[in-house]
């Protein structure tokens, strides 16, 4: 079974803390994408990988970082943590196939104090 | 620019009812089109998705869409809902030349017994 991992389900971090967002795929995909869910925004693309060490800014980049050193890890990073990156994060994998299905983690929510 | 539209925040439907909730994208060309489905604390799971072909697709639980270009439209439908359908519903649009998707803002679904 097709498994997208996120590393942890809640977490809660004081504000000006950096953040680890850590999610691990076992598909072999090329593509990985981390997004932001919000009441009434639906998902926002933060930051979106093609390949190792490659990476593209998605639709909201700002206040992230992100790091892909192994094909199967792709981990978002909160530099300094602030109240308004509190939201549901959503890890994704697709093949490289043009527009082949993504494949979800279960989310992790940050709230940020 | 490419875009999509769930002009449905939240509809409610009694258990045994039809259901159809809409999804209106904006693309240049064939697009490839997704709807997925958000559990309560959940990732999202693919329900159906269509790239060519025939324009009434099935999808698993029940679900069908119909992909119609004249109205930029690919609504999803079920015949009779059942009360464990509560959820959010996401409809998807692979974005062009790239393997991201676009996603609307989201439908809630409520089921009444």
């Known amino acids: 079974d097709v498994k997208v991992t996120q590393s942890s389900r809640y977490l809660v971090k004081r504000t000006g803390e950096k953040v680890f967002l850590e999610c691990v795929q076992d598909m072999d995909h090329e593509n990985m994408f981390w997004y932001r869910q919000d009441p009434g925004l639906g998902l926002r693309l933060i930051y979106f990988?093609?390949?190792?060490?490659?990476?593209e800014k998605g639709d909201i980049p700002e206040g992230y970082s992100v790091s892909r050193e192994k094909k199967e890890r792709f981990s978002l990073i909160l530099e300094s943590a602030s109240t308004n990156q509190t939201s549901m994060y959503l890890c994704a994998s697709s093949s490289g196939t043009a527009n082949t299905e993504a494949f979800f983690g279960q989310g992790t929510r940050l709230t940020v104090v | 620019a490419q875009s999509v539209t769930q002009p449905d925040i939240h509809i409610t439907v009694s258990e045994g009812a039809s259901l159809e909730l809409r999804c209106n994208y904006s693309y240049g060309a064939t697009p490839y089109l997704f709807w997925y489905v958000q559990s309560p604390g959940q990732g999202l799971q693919l329900l159906l998705k269509y790239f060519s072909g025939d324009t009434l697709v099935q999808g698993i639980k029940g679900f069908e869409a119909e992909f119609k270009r004249s109205q930029s439209s690919f609504n999803l439908r079920k015949p009779s809902v059942h009360w464990s359908d509560a959820a959010e519903y996401f409809c998807?649009?692979?974005?062009?030349?790239?393997?991201?998707?676009?996603f609307g803002t989201g439908t809630r679904l409520q089921v009444f017994p």
């Open positions: 998807a649009v692979g974005a062009y030349n790239t393997d991201k998707l676009i």
């Open positions: 990988s093609y390949d190792v060490k490659m990476k």
